[in-house]
């Protein structure tokens, strides 16, 4: 398998690692292994899933718990990181 997007049905396939490089500065979610989600915009994230995020808003069975400037989640926390539909001034 090669390292790069492989072309599958005329379009490019993109890689784990090519999702990731162009969520950069846009709002995530990312769900942590104990259920936990933090919301906000992503700064950085290294190879070992490192996390540093802006904006952080943390949510506990859905419900708004803490906000913080900036956050740091360690990589082997983190069950998922998802793209958030919705931006942070609606509430999401």
Do not use: H, W
Not at 57 to 67: D, F, R, S, T
Not at 75 to 81: A, M
């Amino acid at each position: 398998m090669s390292s790069g997007g492989e072309k599958v049905g005329g379009g490019t396939v993109k890689t784990p690692a090519d999702f990731l490089k162009s969520i950069r500065g846009r709002p995530v979610v990312v769900k942590l292994n104990s259920g936990v989600d933090y919301r906000g915009i992503l700064a950085c994230l290294d190879g070992y899933m490192n996390i540093a995020m802006e904006q952080t808003e943390e949510y506990v069975n859905g419900q708004l718990k803490n906000k913080y400037g900036d956050a740091f989640i360690r990589g082997n926390n983190v069950l998922y990181i998802s793209t958030s539909k919705r931006t942070l001034a609606d509430g999401a």
